[in-house]
């Protein structure tokens, strides 16, 4: 699994890393803006200064610079990431940026804060965000699913998994919000239990060892330790959590648990976790199309997906390509994307 740049090159403390096509401009910001000159953050534009687009522009194209704004003033950011999206004159992908940007932050502190179910409490809203957004445009996951391939990877592929499977949970059960929640907070907190594995590990892209191969298959068991005692996770979303590498055959982990033995979310949640990391760019393997990752993931039929959810799933892209991945591919092994052959 690839990692963001804000693991990779920790800055000061005090700051959090933005990404700047989510900063509205030709509008006063509303916090401080500041730029890191090598190592130091410098003050950019203050708050209520304007930032052109025109200037956006030119900064966006020699690209490299990294944003920062201060974390006392994070909830100033946020607030102005959701102005944007309550505006009305608001493009669709100005919108997807906000839920993106709004989702990482989130997903960023279900992997850094102390306490998870403090943050579970903001992930709730931020759910109930994505599902308005996901049913209001059939689009809108067209854009989002755009917005992923250059992004950090690691706290996206939560976050794309979570459009995923309210996606297809909306497709399952319509208009029913509470199961749209559940399977929003299923998608997103699906793979919290590798806060407790090494990153070194996680990012790991020569081959795994076995040992490190089965520390990192105990993620979901990590994840269900993580929620039991956090109130405000829906039972189904927590067994997503702890479910979601089973396989429809009996041959997946923790507990091998086959069919209806395991829950229909948790079953969704397979299908978008691997869907998203075969569609998403990451530094060692170019993204490949929606069709072709269907492709590939029909290839691994049966067994792998409940084939009734996958088949729901696959409705949304009916075109085949021509390509297979192996049977025993898993979402959470770099190397196991070489396995992808051209038939
Ligand atoms: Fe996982
Ligand atoms: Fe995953």
């Known amino acids: 699994?690839?990692?963001?740049?804000?693991?990779?090159?920790?800055?000061?403390?005090?700051?959090?890393?933005?990404?700047?096509q989510s900063v509205v401009t030709d509008v006063p910001l509303g916090f401080d803006l500041f730029l890191l000159v090598s190592g130091n953050p410098i003050l950019f534009r203050k708050q209520k200064d304007v930032l052109t687009s025109q200037r956006l522009h030119s900064l966006l194209s020699h690209g490299g610079q990294r944003f920062l704004v201060l974390e006392e003033q994070r909830p100033l950011y946020i607030q102005s990431l959701k102005e944007m999206v309550n505006n009305p004159e608001t493009s669709m992908e100005v919108k997807s940026r906000y839920i993106k940007e709004s989702a990482f932050l989130h997903v960023n502190d279900l992997f850094e804060k102390e306490s998870v179910a403090e943050t579970v409490k903001g992930a709730e809203i931020l759910v109930s965000e994505m599902v308005d957004f996901v049913s209001e445009d059939v689009s809108?996951?067209?854009?989002?699913?755009?917005?992923?391939?250059?992004?950090?990877?690691?706290?996206?592929?939560?976050v794309d998994v979570a459009v995923y499977t309210i996606s297809l949970a909306k497709q399952l059960y319509g208009a029913d919000r509470e199961k749209l929640i559940q399977a929003g907070?299923?998608?997103l907190l699906h793979d919290v239990g590798k806060r407790k594995i090494d990153t070194a590990l996680i990012n790991k892209q020569t081959k795994l060892s076995q040992?490190?191969?089965?520390?990192?298959?105990?993620?979901?068991?990590?994840?269900?330790?993580?929620?039991?005692?956090?109130e405000n996770v829906p039972q189904d979303s927590k067994r997503a959590v702890y479910e979601h590498h089973e396989n429809y055959d009996g041959t997946g982990y923790p507990n091998k648990k086959r069919g209806d033995e395991v829950c229909e979310l948790s079953k969704i949640v397979a299908i978008a976790d691997v869907f998203d990391a075969l569609t998403t760019e990451r530094s060692y393997h170019k993204a490949i199309s929606p069709s072709e990752a269907l492709d590939m993931m029909f290839g691994m039929q049966p067994g792998k997906f409940d084939p009734d959810l996958f088949e729901a799933f696959n409705k949304k892209f009916d075109k085949k390509a021509n390509l297979k991945l192996l049977s025993d591919f898993d979402p959470c092994q770099a190397g196991s994307i070489t396995r992808i052959e051209k038939k």
Not at 214 to 229: M, N, R, V
């Open 185 to 187: 907070l299923g998608g």
């Open 211 to 230: 040992e490190e191969w089965l520390e990192i298959k105990k993620h979901p068991e990590y994840g269900q330790a993580i929620l039991i005692d956090v």
């Open 1 to 20: 699994m690839g990692e963001p740049a804000i693991k990779q090159k920790p800055v000061i403390s005090r700051f959090f890393e933005v990404r700047l």
């Open 140 to 158: 809108a996951v067209a854009n989002l699913m755009q917005l992923s391939k250059h992004d950090y990877y690691t706290y996206n592929h939560c």
